[in-house]
């Protein structure tokens, strides 16, 4: 496989995996040396790469495991991750919602707030579900995860961040890290 | 169903990940369960929110420009931008050369058959063939013989000599060609009509012709085309022009 092709199948993924990596690691500059790293490593490992596969969520697993490794990336892998006793967790305290606290669900400003301040685990759940738009099952290849474990991380996710937003403060997460 | 265990299902039937047989199974659930459908409510209005982070942060032009020029290929690419220059140049040398050399050479050819003009004059058997020291009886010889007229200056008192007049050709181009003696010397004066082709042959120049040692003055005086051969010394070449330039002005 070819540099030239390589070029012209990972370029125009460039803003989206920006954009990924600015959400993942909180600033421009890790950002910028994330994205770096990814593409230097996908260049190298292009050979690997087998035609006709996604090239979207194969650049994402090299970024997301060149995430980890990072600086950043480690301190998130000490996270503990609540999924396992999540199932069935929280839903007798869910109560109907007043609407005016509904609309801060549709509060952009809001939602990207608690977005960034979502522990990774649960933000990349959400991220490459509901901004990026894989299916479960590339979000499963991405993570290496089963995909059971995406469906309940994910709804963890969504619960966590719908309760930040509705409790108004989208600062606070309900969620220790 | 249970709504204990509701929690992942609402997400998968919202993501449309629920194989048909369950979502059926959420769908009639959810009619019935006010708590549910509220609650999928919820995820889908903060769902719509959520495509706002697509695109939030955009790279910067530069960062973009580093990591292209990282994954590009810098051998082939660098190795055009340094030789293309290079060669162009190289490729406007040599035709810039070749075109000088060619324009040279063409001139440096015509002058050639001048002096072989003058040389063959001065070894034929008749070295003219009008004889006359009068330019009153030189000049009207050349008429309806060649197409266009002349003046010739008094050599009276100078130290130059009409001998006599011949017709020549020079590229087809009728011509006279005047002999003028100076001392021991001869000096043949050529005058054409002014044509393009003749123009590019026959450049304004004074001194000697590198390949013959001949010394040449040519000029353009109206539309004509004046050109003296010699091997007389430059200075008596160059007066002798001056005294033709000013009677053909």
């Known amino acids: 496989m070819d540099q030239e092709f390589f070029e012209m199948l990972a370029m125009p993924l460039f803003d989206q995996l920006f954009n990924l990596a600015q959400w993942l690691t909180g600033n421009r500059t890790d950002a910028e040396d994330l994205v770096q790293e990814t593409y230097a490593k996908a260049l190298k490992g292009f050979k690997s790469f087998e035609e006709g596969t996604n090239v979207r969520s194969w650049m994402y697993k090299i970024l997301r495991n060149t995430f980890l490794t990072s600086r950043t990336g480690l301190k998130v892998q000490n996270t503990v991750l609540l999924e396992d006793e999540f199932d069935g967790l929280d839903f007798a305290a869910h109560n109907i919602t007043p609407e005016l606290h509904l609309l801060q669900l549709e509060n952009s400003h809001s939602v990207m707030n608690a977005l960034a301040e979502l522990p990774v685990p649960y933000r990349e759940m959400i991220l490459l579900s509901d901004m990026e738009e894989l299916s479960y099952k590339e979000i499963a290849q991405v993570l290496a995860v089963p995909i059971g474990t995406v469906m309940s991380r994910l709804s963890r996710g969504r619960k966590m961040l719908r309760q930040a937003l509705l409790a108004g403060s989208p600062g606070r997460s309900t969620h220790a890290m | ?249």
């Open chain 2, 1 to 249: 169903m249970q709504c204990s265990y509701a929690a992942t299902m609402l997400d998968a039937y919202l993501d449309g990940e629920l194989p048909p047989d369950r979502a059926v199974v959420v769908q009639e659930h959810l009619g019935s369960c006010m708590r549910c459908s509220s609650e999928i409510a919820e995820i889908a209005r903060m769902q719509r929110s959520l495509r706002n982070a697509r695109g939030h942060y955009a790279p910067s032009a530069e960062f973009r420009r580093k990591v292209q020029k990282q994954i590009s290929r810098p051998k082939r690419r660098s190795w055009l931008i340094w030789t293309m220059p290079i060669g162009v140049a190289f490729a406007t040398t040599i035709l810039l050369t070749a075109f000088v050399w060619i324009g040279n050479a063409r001139r440096s050819a015509a002058f050639a058959e001048l002096a072989d003009l003058h040389v063959n004059a001065l070894s034929s058997t008749n070295l003219v063939d009008v004889v006359s020291t009068d330019r009153h009886t030189v000049k009207p010889w050349f008429q309806g013989k060649i197409p266009f007229s002349f003046n010739l200056p008094e050599f009276n008192g100078t130290q130059y000599t009409l001998v006599g007049g011949r017709m020549v050709y020079f590229h087809q181009h009728p011509g006279a060609q005047l002999i003028v003696s100076m001392n021991q010397h001869k000096i043949s004066v050529l005058i054409f009509q002014n044509s393009v082709d003749l123009g590019r042959a026959l450049t304004e120049q004074t001194g000697l012709d590198r390949r013959t040692s001949f010394g040449i003055e040519a000029w353009q005086s109206q539309q004509l085309r004046f050109v003296l051969v010699s091997d007389a010394d430059p200075a008596g070449i160059d007066n002798l022009a001056r005294l033709l330039k000013q009677v053909n002005q």
